[in-house]
């Protein structure tokens, strides 16, 4: 199928928060905006689980800026007492929030909200191990960052119109010091502004998404197909034109639903298989 044919249809994300958009906000010292307990009972919906409402009202607070990642979170007592609810429902509302892997519980020490290190992200969202089953840890090179419009493809997995100002991040993942994959990384210039300005990217970008842009990737859908290599892989790789290749493409998910990244790797077969875990 051609690139802009639309063969997928990427599943809508667990946590629908639609209404709400991406934003940052400065919040002075000491200040703490809570959710006022009448403004909760007016804003309820009786048809929909009074946990899950609370849930959203939770994430929304987490997108505003009010906790960032690694900061504590008020006890359960606190916040049933702040949304006029009661523990059970605070408790049952932050167990989807850990599924979600939104917080993070430390027993003895409370719940935070969750903080992707280099490693974590690295392992949680790279699902390529070498062929004997050992995973595997990329390290990246000839990486290239430029500002330019978004293509057709990627627009289109994003839900955006073509055109739009993007940075596309072009890189090899090394495995070994040998060339495992060619990557081709574009995300909206409106979530991302002066990425460029980073001389060298990070290893594992949601870290930096996280970070600097306070965007939290929760989920990735992925998208598999087998290909053969071109001339832009064969050059990237080290490959003869012809050769097999493991095409990913992938978009991720930040806790409100929006579509932030869209990623193509073309992998190289013999240094590398695709494991997933299913329950």
Not at 43 to 50: I, K
Not at 89 to 114: H, N, P
Not at 170 to 186: I, K, S
């Amino acid at each position: 199928m051609t690139p802009g044919h639309d063969f997928f249809r990427w599943q809508q994300p667990r946590l629908m928060l639609t209404h709400l958009r991406h934003r940052r906000f400065s919040v002075a010292a000491g200040h703490r905006p809570c959710e006022d307990r009448r403004v909760m009972e007016t804003d309820r919906q009786p048809y929909r689980p009074l946990y899950t409402q609370i849930q959203e009202a939770l994430v929304r607070r987490i997108v505003e800026g009010e906790w960032r990642p690694g900061e504590l979170l008020p006890s359960e007592q606190a916040l049933a007492l702040q949304l006029g609810v009661s523990q059970g429902t605070i408790r049952k509302a932050m167990d989807a929030l850990e599924a979600e892997k939104i917080i993070d519980r430390r027993q003895g020490k409370g719940t935070f909200v969750a903080e992707l290190t280099q490693e974590q992200s690295v392992y949680r969202f790279f699902r390529l191990s070498r062929p004997d089953g050992r995973r595997i840890v990329p390290t990246s090179g000839n990486e290239t960052v430029r500002l330019q419009p978004m293509g057709a493809r990627a627009a289109l997995a994003l839900g955006l119109e073509e055109g739009v100002p993007a940075y596309e991040v072009l890189r090899t993942r090394l495995v070994d010091g040998q060339p495992l994959a060619f990557e081709r990384t574009v995300v909206p210039e409106k979530f991302f502004p002066a990425l460029d300005r980073h001389s060298l990217l990070p290893n594992a970008l949601f870290t930096l998404y996280q970070r600097e842009y306070g965007i939290n990737v929760v989920s990735t859908d992925e998208r598999l197909r087998a290909d053969l290599c071109d001339e832009q892989d064969a050059a990237y790789l080290g490959l003869s034109r012809g050769a097999p290749l493991l095409e990913i493409e992938r978009v991720a998910v930040t806790v409100t639903g929006e579509r932030v990244e869209w990623r193509l790797s073309r992998c190289n077969t013999n240094l590398c298989m695709y494991g997933i875990t299913l329950t």
